[in-house]
């Protein structure tokens, strides 16, 4: 009578090796999708942050331009709005406003920039030819101070400040 003797095959992996090896797969790929979504989320906030600022940039160039050919500033009382009169262009007078209880900057009925925050600070102030500050805007107002300050993400706090000083061309013609 013959013996036979099997010989294990000991070329392969037995099921504890297999799942070991998945699970360690498993916490790779895990920490490879959040490292990718974290970076993808980081690039569409930069990607909304960037069209805000270029958004506020180029409200903020349409104001100065159209202030700068301006002879006169009229205004309400407060410092949320500006009023261009033309008198020598022959142009209609253009207003900015920024309603109370909103925060969009509007060119007469039309949105120019949204997200604009006051933060207790004037948007528009106003100075006369030897540069003391006018409170309330008439026609001695020779240059205007446009301070934006836009909140991107809504958290309350500015993620974009603009401030420049326009000094009006046409002023006293």
């Known amino acids: 009578m013959e013996i036979i003797q099997y010989k294990y095959n000991q070329k392969g992996f037995s099921l504890i090796e ?10 790779i790929v ?22 805000a600022q270029r958004n506020a940039r180029q409200a903020m160039d349409i104001m ?29 007078p253009v207003t ?5 209880g909103t925060t969009t900057i509007k060119r007469g009925n039309i949105p120019l920039i ?3 925050l006051l933060n207790g600070e004037d948007i ?18 020779s240059k205007v101070n446009i301070n934006l300050k836009v909140d ?11 401030n420049t000083d326009i000094n009006l061309r046409n002023y006293g013609l």
Do not use: C, H
């Not at 528009?124 to 107002?141: A, H, K, M, R």
């Open 30 to 51: 895990l920490g490879l999708v959040t490292f990718f979504t974290g970076g993808a989320r980081s690039w569409m906030s930069g990607q909304s942050q960037l069209e």
């Open 124 to 141: 528009f102030q106003y100075y006369n030819s030897n540069g003391i500050e006018v409170t309330s805007p008439d026609s001695t107002v």
């Open 114 to 116: 949204n997200n604009v």
């Open 96 to 100: 900015y406003s920024l309603s109370l």
């Open 18 to 27: 297999m799942m070991v090896v998945v699970v360690i797969l498993g916490l």
């Open 64 to 92: 100065v331009r159209e202030i700068r050919e301006g002879d006169s500033i009229t205004s309400g009382s407060n410092a949320t709005s500006i009023t261009v009169n033309y008198l020598t262009l022959g142009k209609s």
């Open 152 to 162: 991107v993400d809504d958290d309350g706090n500015p993620d974009i400040t603009l």
